[in-house]
């Protein structure tokens, strides 16, 4: 189970605020672009395979000390008991029809192939791409263009969320930013990769169910088998589990579906024919990034933080890619489907598969040997 933290706090609220902000988008001047000509590109392997999302309840003990904090811990794990377990069954159920191992081999066969089709080409090119997993050659890797990609579930499991971001380093060329700035440069920008950009694809929403009296059974019915051991047995009373689920049932039996709840639900589409859905959507995701990271890198506009969406590319069903025009994320990509009339969310928690991290450790024992040598 991975806790993502929230943002430090600024000590000095004045001083945040006088920090001009610039675009986290980075783009190659055409002098680096003719530098760098045929270069390599790594995928870094992704290590969480698709992470289920889901929101951690922080629970504050109400001050007295020792026992409030102790208090606020057995509240906390209470109320957190369910919705952990539920996203850790569902993360180790998409793992078993879309493995970690085959998200990253795909999305280095996808680069390849769109590679190929620039190979002779002038600009930057890729005749070289490999798989690297941080866990076994930790670092940054210089001269080479990195490609890093998340693959997260939704709370609600409605919408599969794929961010990629890309990245380009070299010893010998620093970077030089290419805005100016009333006071002081930022430290942001006297220091970092040369080039960087993100891409995100957002599956097609999946339809939120209605509760209905036979969905709210199904729903306390699934409750229950979630709530169950490796054994198949349910957890005993007096325990954290068991106050947990009757907790849940609880909450399940009021007039409307939370995320996690939905998440029961939504899950198994995801699951249907071996995956077949989640396994299009990471298909077409790939065929998006790779795309677009090759078009992007030897693209030499320089964001601006004023100005307006681009719109790239429309396609048959009404998908569109766009390229952000406005704020710190201007001049990054997104993907997304036509006519949504709401946001997925992703909590501030998510779940990795068991499966995945055996793998992953895997991978990080049999590289020790080598590095001890």
């Not at 706090?9 to 001047?29: D, G, K, N, W, Y």
């Not at 000390?65 to 606020?72: Q, T």
């Not at 057995?74 to 191992?101: L, M, Y």
Request: with cysteine; aromatic share 6%.
């Amino acid at each position: 189970m991975k806790r993502v933290l929230a943002p430090v706090l600024c000590l000095a609220i004045a001083a945040c605020a006088t920090v001009e902000p610039v675009p986290t988008a980075r783009p190659l001047s055409q002098a680096h672009i003719e530098a760098m000509g045929p270069t390599r590109l790594s995928v870094t392997g992704n290590e969480t395979g698709v992470a289920k999302a889901w929101f951690y309840t922080e629970v504050n003990g109400g001050g007295g000390g020792l026992i409030g904090a102790v208090a606020g811990a057995i509240a906390a794990a209470i109320i957190n008991a369910a919705p952990a377990a539920r996203a850790q069954k569902q993360a180790d159920e998409v793992a078993e029809v879309q493995t970690v191992e085959a998200l990253n081999g795909s999305l280095v066969a996808t680069l390849k192939e769109e590679a190929g089709k620039t190979a002779a080409g002038p600009g930057v090119t890729f005749p070289e791409i490999l798989l690297t997993y941080k866990a076994a050659t930790p670092g940054e890797m210089d001269d080479t263009v990195e490609v890093t990609t998340a693959y997260t579930l939704s709370e609600d499991s409605s919408v599969l969320r794929i961010v990629t971001t890309a990245t380009y380093s070299n010893k010998t060329i620093p970077y030089k930013t290419p805005y100016s700035f009333t006071k002081a440069v930022p430290k942001s920008e006297t220091k970092g990769p040369l080039y960087r950009n993100s891409f995100t694809y957002y599956s097609t929403p999946l339809p939120i169910p209605t509760l209905t009296p036979e969905l709210r059974e199904r729903l306390i019915a699934n409750i229950k088998e979630s709530a169950k051991d490796a054994s198949g047995a349910l957890p005993l009373p007096e325990t954290t589990e068991y106050k947990a689920m009757q907790r849940e049932i609880e909450l399940a039996k009021d007039d409307k579906l939370t995320p996690n709840e939905t998440s029961l639900f939504l899950t198994r589409e995801w699951l249907r024919d071996d995956g077949a859905m989640i396994k299009a959507e990471v298909r077409r995701a790939q065929e998006f990034v790779a795309r677009y990271v090759i078009l992007d890198i030897n693209r030499t506009a320089i964001p601006s933080l004023t100005g307006e969406d681009e719109l790239l590319e429309t396609a048959a069903d009404q998908r569109t890619v766009r390229r952000i025009g406005k704020g710190v994320e201007t001049g990054s990509y997104v993907n997304s489907a036509a006519n949504v009339s709401g946001f997925a969310t992703y909590g501030n928690t998510i779940a990795v598969a068991k499966g995945t991290v055996t793998y992953i450790k895997g991978i990080k024992a049999a590289a020790a040997p080598k590095a001890r040598k």
